[in-house]
């Protein structure tokens, strides 16, 4: 299935490694330019070297933290510099700390709201005035499962997440009619560094082996196992495309059947 995706720029935060790795990888390899954004430019560069040597399209990193607005405009200033306007917009960030309301500080939440919700309303606020001009574009914002489904000890992700969805589904309605089309995706559990760590949280502060604590993920997904983040890669490569030419204004689940809700 062609994508439609060759020759468009596309900008991906978060994109270091993870999930933000894999949909880079994903979108390059389907014919896009990427400009690579993330904080440890070390990594990064390493990443990006990798990729630029099996890409059909020049990869662009950029290292920058999306929580300080004056480094996003620069992000955004280098890529259309270089690789031309800003075409395909994911925004995505690591999650906050494994808190409970009990255990969880008013700098934590500032610090949650910082990274998973203002940040991506940066990005989309630098982004979106030129897709709109040009008529094209597309947003993906990688939020959580939480967001629908909040979990046990991610007090923080839980709230910063939730409220992505109402930015999300605002700014999808604004933007329709000018061809630009807002989609935000769910992670659910995928094997990624970040779930391990979440886990070594939860397992320190409730006194759980660690393995038993992920064990207990796997077993409370209906596929039985944990995501491959080239799977949530490809729901955000199709969201990205042409193909997705109706598709706006939703939120997707990629969590293997997880979340219990009807919506």
Known sequence: MDLGLAGRVALVTGASSGLGLAIARELAAEGAAVAMVARRADVLRREAAALTARAR????????????????????????????????????????????????????????????????????????PGMRARRWGRVIFLTSMAAKQPQPGLLLSNTARAGLLGLAKTLATECAPDGVLVNTVLPGHFETARARELAEMRAARDGRPVDELLAARTAAVPLGRSGDPREMAAVVAFLASARASFVTGTAIQVDGGQVASLF
């Open 57 to 128: 399209h020049r990869v662009l990193p950029i290292a920058a933290d999306v929580t300080d607005a004056d480094a996003v405009a620069r992000a955004v200033d280098e890529a259309e510099a270089t690789l031309g306007p800003v075409d395909v917009l994911v925004a995505n960030a690591g999650g906050p700390p494994s808190t409970t309301f009990a255990t969880t500080s008013e700098e934590q939440l500032r610090a949650a709201l910082e990274l998973n919700l203002l940040a991506a309303a940066r990005l989309a606020r630098r982004c979106v």
